[in-house]
């Protein structure tokens, strides 16, 4: 076989390659609308807790994960340096976002948890609202009547941060 031929074989194996390894062990890279319909299944199924997460899809490092949100609101937020894009699968509730979290604490080095915001704007979110939450920005969503399912997606915030 000639260079060139060698060449253009490694061009087009190696993309299917890293691929391949780009999903970690443990993640799916493709989740059809009944996967994700026997996940919110098996949310509802569980034990009620303010948040149930579970990973949809993923490749390393970036995980997109449904989240189930039943009864009370779910902790308050904020990930200092991720923006999270969230998009309204099932259900209803309210998005508060901004002002400033109450009994704030640090579950890990990159990201802040509160009880509740105090100061912050509230929004409506129904099925099929995307909502981009900047980094540092707190937020906390509360499912109205029922629950919400919303899947949501953390990507790294552009460096340098204005």
Do not use: C
């Amino acid at each position: 076989m000639k260079l060139p031929a060698i060449l253009l074989t490694a061009t087009l194996l190696f993309p299917a390659a890293a691929f391949a390894q780009a999903a970690a062990p443990d993640m799916k890279t493709m989740a059809s609308s009944a996967d994700v319909q026997a996940l919110i299944a098996k949310a509802k199924a569980m034990p009620p807790k303010p948040l149930i997460s579970q990973n949809i899809v993923g490749a390393t490092p970036y995980k997109v994960n449904l989240e189930y949100r039943a009864g009370a609101a779910a902790p308050a937020s904020v990930h200092d340096k991720e923006n999270e894009l969230i998009y309204v699968i099932e259900g209803s509730g309210t998005l508060t976002t901004g002002g400033t979290l109450v009994n704030p604490t640090r579950p890990n080095p990159a990201n802040q948890s509160g009880s509740s915001i105090t100061g912050g704007k509230a929004s409506p979110l129904a099925k099929g609202d995307f909502v981009m939450v900047p980094a540092g920005v707190p937020h906390q969503i509360a499912p109205d009547a029922g629950a919400i399912a919303i899947m949501s997606f953390h990507v790294p915030s552009a460096w340098p941060q204005p």
